[in-house]
């Protein structure tokens, strides 16, 4: 059996890859030609062995559906006999009558692409189009596998109405072995970071994008402000502790962040990053003790999170417990946040557990490995064994 992982987006298919290829699959990744250059798979490794099983393929932009030669896409995925795939290759592997053995969509995939929504009136034929295939490339698919998400997201599995089966858990999406080092800290080699982590009680990071303002859509809404105003008001209360805020400069709402960060006069407690390679990135959040996520709607895992747990991190987010303990019979911990007042109140919180927070974070960690990447890796080894078990490669 050889396996095709088609798209590479927030680098999850290249975690998967190295995770299977350790437990000697014979797979390899398909990279879109349109994804971000910070997914790339040389953005979250330290060697060049991904040149060998890593391709770029020349399709996968949307935009360009309508005049793609198909024939390429049939030779490009011929060699594969089991078809792994994220963004749009649910519409891409349809057309040309096949269908993805797994389904392992990251949001925008499965909430928008299947459904009509408007862009620039030059793509709405193409996008239109995909949207058609891309909901039948779903709902034919043998397995879809994402986590249990929030009660609102929920609906949308039953608007795709699907004939395979919904599996529910995290995807494995840290390639821990690359990053464990880094819960050690003595290990980052980067000066200035030492020199932040040396001179203050405190550091805090949100590496997740900034959208708060300008919002391109529901579920793109993670509240930084909340975290801004929170922080300022932690700041207020304890001007003898020495912390500072870690931010980058990604998302639609950079500029709108910074004006709030100089309006409330905390900007010499911000420490702004530019958007960077996730290896560049965890070395960032290693140096930190607490990384905060998104404050708007209610998720358990996603790669902030994800990639915080990884190297024992403790985490602050809205997390409505509710919404996954009937999955989970025990969650990470967490320090929970949806508002300014609940921001200021975990901050405090985490002031009054300086002392817990390694434990905090250890927990975590031990969490991620069993929920994040052993579970996960059983079931898809599982459905890979049970397709070869059936005969029907």
Request: aromatic fraction near 14%.
């Given at each position: 059996m050889k396996i095709g992982i088609i798209g590479n987006m927030n680098n999850s298919a290249f975690s998967l890859l190295r995770y299977l290829k350790d437990d000697g699959?014979?797979?390899?990744?398909?990279?879109?030609n349109n994804e971000p250059a910070h997914f790339d798979p040389s953005c979250d490794t330290y060697s060049d062995n991904h040149l060998r099983y890593c391709k770029k393929i020349s399709w996968g932009d949307p935009a360009d559906f309508l005049k793609q030669d198909f024939s390429v896409v049939r030779k490009d995925l011929a060699p594969y006999n089991f078809l792994i795939g994220n963004g749009p290759a649910p519409a891409y592997v349809h057309k040309i009558d096949r269908h993805l053995d797994i389904?392992?969509?990251?949001?925008?995939?499965?909430?928008?692409?299947?459904?009509?929504?408007?862009?620039?009136?030059?793509?709405q034929r193409a996008y239109s189009i995909v949207r058609f295939y891309q909901k039948l490339g779903i709902k034919n698919c043998s397995y879809i596998?994402?986590?249990?998400?929030?009660?609102?997201?929920?609906?949308?599995?039953?608007?795709?109405?699907?004939?395979?089966?919904?599996?529910?858990?995290?995807?494995?999406?840290?390639?821990?072995?690359?990053?464990?080092?880094?819960?050690?800290?003595?290990?980052?080699?980067?000066?200035?970071?030492?020199?932040?982590?040396?001179?203050?009680?405190?550091?805090?990071?949100?590496?997740?994008?900034q959208i708060w303002e300008r919002k391109p859509d529901k579920w793109s809404h993670k509240a930084n402000d909340f975290l801004i105003k929170g922080y300022s008001k932690f700041v207020q209360q304890h001007p003898h502790i020495?912390?500072?805020?870690?931010?980058?400069?990604?998302?639609?709402?950079?500029?709108?962040?910074?004006?709030?960060?100089?309006?409330?006069?905390?900007s010499s407690h911000i420490i702004w990053f530019k958007k960077m390679s996730r290896k560049k990135l965890m070395e960032v959040v290693a140096i930190c003790d607490v990384v905060i996520g998104e404050l708007y709607h209610s998720w358990l895992t996603y790669g902030v999170?994800?990639?915080?747990?990884?190297?024992?991190?403790?985490?602050?987010?809205?997390?409505?417990?509710?919404?996954?303990?009937?999955?989970?019979?025990?969650?990470?911990?967490?320090?929970?946040?949806?508002?300014?007042?609940?921001?200021?109140?975990?901050?405090?919180?985490?002031?009054?557990?300086?002392?817990?927070?390694?434990?905090?974070?250890?927990?975590?960690?031990?969490?991620?490995?069993?929920?994040?990447?052993?579970?996960?890796?059983?079931?898809?080894?599982g459905l890979i064994k049970e397709k070869q078990s059936a005969g029907t490669i």
């Open positions: 699959y014979d797979c390899e990744l398909l990279i879109f389904f392992m969509p990251y949001g925008y995939d499965l909430y928008s692409l299947p459904f009509f929504r408007f862009v620039h009136p030059f793509r596998l994402f986590d249990k998400a929030n009660s609102e997201f929920e609906k949308i599995f039953k608007k795709l109405n699907i004939n395979g089966k919904r599996v529910v858990t995290a995807h494995p999406m840290v390639y821990s072995k690359e990053y464990e080092m880094m819960a050690d800290t003595n290990r980052i080699s980067n000066e200035q970071l030492k020199t932040w982590r040396d001179g203050n009680d405190f550091l805090f990071v949100q590496h997740t994008r020495k912390s500072k805020l870690l931010l980058f400069e990604y998302g639609e709402d950079v500029v709108a962040t910074k004006n709030l960060i100089n309006d409330l006069k905390i999170i994800l990639e915080a747990l990884c190297i024992g991190k403790p985490v602050m987010h809205k997390r409505i417990d509710g919404d996954y303990k009937n999955v989970y019979p025990e969650l990470y911990p967490n320090f929970y946040a949806d508002s300014v007042d609940t921001v200021l109140h975990s901050f405090n919180k985490i002031l009054e557990k300086k002392h817990m927070l390694v434990s905090i974070g250890q927990q975590g960690r031990e969490w991620f490995h069993k929920y994040g990447v052993q579970l996960p890796l059983q079931i898809i080894t």
